[in-house]
């Protein structure tokens, strides 16, 4: 509870503020706790058919929602990244979460609330240059919040160093 609080202060400091970088730094730190539960994550997403060291995972925060991105470094492994996060797509949109449930042992922060608000969020799965995504978008302030809270939840738990902003 403590840590949610703190997240939820740091996260409100403005990117002006002369400490911004040391308050970034802080909210990154406020999240970590759960970083050592990085190798299970790994582990778990493993059990897709492909490793976590043949991907890449990169989280984007955006100012209308944000994505999820996984790329490989051949022919193989997109090909097993693409029906993956399609399939991640198609669940989304159903309200489905267990497969972020499932690899990080625990609902994801912010799912909760973009299951409440699911109507106002659409999932779209897109092919990239090796490999594919799934694209949240949103016009709700609220339903950006929640997708902003799980893709920096996402951002600490797969270690990727992404931007938290």
Sequence with gaps: MITAVLYILLASTAPDCPMHAEHMRAKADAVTPDAANGPEVDHRHDSFGFSHGESKHSFKVMKDGGAIE????DDATVAKIRPHLQ??????????????????????????????LRESIAYKYEEIP??????????????????HEFLRFQIVEHRTGDPLE
């Design 130 to 147: 090796h490999g594919a995504r799934v694209r949240m978008t949103t016009t709700s302030q609220e339903a950006i919040d929640a997708i």
């Design 70 to 73: 996984l790329t490989g470094d």
């Design 87 to 116: 399939h991640i797509a198609e669940s989304f949109q159903k309200n489905d979460f267990a497969t972020p449930a499932f690899v990080h042992d625990r609902e994801p922060a912010g799912v909760a609330n973009m299951k409440r």
